[in-house]
């Protein structure tokens, strides 16, 4: 079998040839693929040595399946390429995500929208896997009226460039410890060093409500994609979302905070239940014990964790939790790997 890995010397490429390693495809014949200035670079995957090549020579080998994380445009231009010489294509980016005829899949909840003729599959983003992953079946039960969500987002969200940026923060802070934190962007700036931020702001010691661009209704592309994923995937298109997206200095996941609002009342024990019993949950809820999900507990975990599960007081039918996950791994790359388990078996 062969797999191609679009974007594989990408931050969430990496992860993706970890997770093949590790989900059954160690022995496949992985064909790593990236932009020009990566080409010819050698990876490794499951102990043995690989080039890098071009998209166009990925292509050229024919394999069966292609998962990409190399942007939107990339897949834009490239997946209908790996389309058409019969592939079949798991992407990672935005491209594909709202187009009608390409199902949206989160494997726990939906693979079966996948058909046996489909040849695009989009990945959804990276906080929509986390939080439809942990309300799936109290929807079913349910059925949500409304989400409010506020999520804490990492910095690896962005890339190896917003890690880079945090590192160079705190490392000339430490050294520079007469900067007072909230001017420590411009002095960097001014001072001459090698200093290239992702963000517009600095994210050492910071945080700001701001992920994606901003669109002409004051919210932003990440959370509108909260919007219409998780009507797509959970099949309602009259459940009503309003998010605020914040970025924050962690590198292990992203979090959540989540208030559902039903149309049916619940019982909170049963729902505490449907949680637990989630396929890739875990329900880490005892306050007691200052127990409860933190994005250093779900670094490198595949699991989504939920916790703080509680009535919302304030109205009927409504429900508080919080959810975490690690955003390069249940968030991105595992659940891509999971949709390929799942193709391949149906093979």
Not at 236 to 259: C, F, K, L, M, Y
Request: charged residues 20%; aromatic residues 6%.
């Amino acid at each position: 079998m062969k797999i191609a890995v679009v974007g594989a010397t990408g931050l969430v490429g990496g992860v993706m040839l970890q997770e093949l390693a590790q989900r059954g495809f160690a022995d496949a014949e992985i064909i790593p693929a990236a932009s020009a200035k990566s080409v010819g670079r050698t990876i490794s995957f499951a102990g043995r040595n690989l080039t890098v090549v071009s998209v166009d020579e990925a292509i050229a080998l024919r394999p069966q399946y292609a998962v990409f994380s190399a942007g939107a445009s990339t897949s834009r231009m490239y997946a209908p390429r790996f389309a058409e010489v019969g592939c079949t294509v798991i992407d990672n980016s935005s491209c594909w995500r709202m187009h009608d005829d390409v199902p949206l899949v989160v494997p726990e909840i939906n693979i079966n929208a996948v058909s046996p003729d489909c040849r695009i599959i989009a990945n959804p983003n990276c906080s929509t896997i986390q939080m439809v992953l942990a309300v799936s079946r109290l929807h079913w039960q349910y059925k949500i009226k409304r989400l409010v969500i506020s999520t804490y987002q990492s910095i690896t969200g962005t890339g190896i460039k917003a890690v880079r940026q945090l590192e160079a923060e705190e490392a000339y802070f430490a050294a520079h410890n007469d900067v007072p934190s909230s001017q420590l962007g411009s002095a960097m700036q001014e001072s001459g060093v090698d200093y290239q931020p992702a963000y517009p702001n600095q994210i050492f010691r910071n945080l700001f409500p701001h992920g994606g661009d901003f669109l002409p209704d004051g919210y932003t592309t990440e959370e509108q994609k909260l919007v219409d994923e998780t009507r797509k995937i959970l099949a309602d298109p009259s459940i009503q979302v309003s998010a605020t997206v914040v970025r924050v200095p962690v590198v292990g996941g992203h979090s959540e905070a989540v208030n559902i609002e039903f149309h049916n009342e619940y019982d909170l024990q049963q729902a505490r239940q449907l949680i637990a019993d989630t396929p890739g949950v875990i329900l880490l809820d005892n306050p007691d014990a200052n127990q409860y999900p933190m994005p250093i507990l779900s670094h490198n975990r595949p699991e989504v964790f939920v916790g703080r599960v509680r009535r919302d007081a304030t109205q009927p039918c409504t429900l508080n939790l919080w959810c975490v996950a690690d955003n390069l791994r249940k968030g991105a790359a595992t659940n891509a790997v999971q949709i390929l388990q799942e193709l391949v078996k149906r093979r």
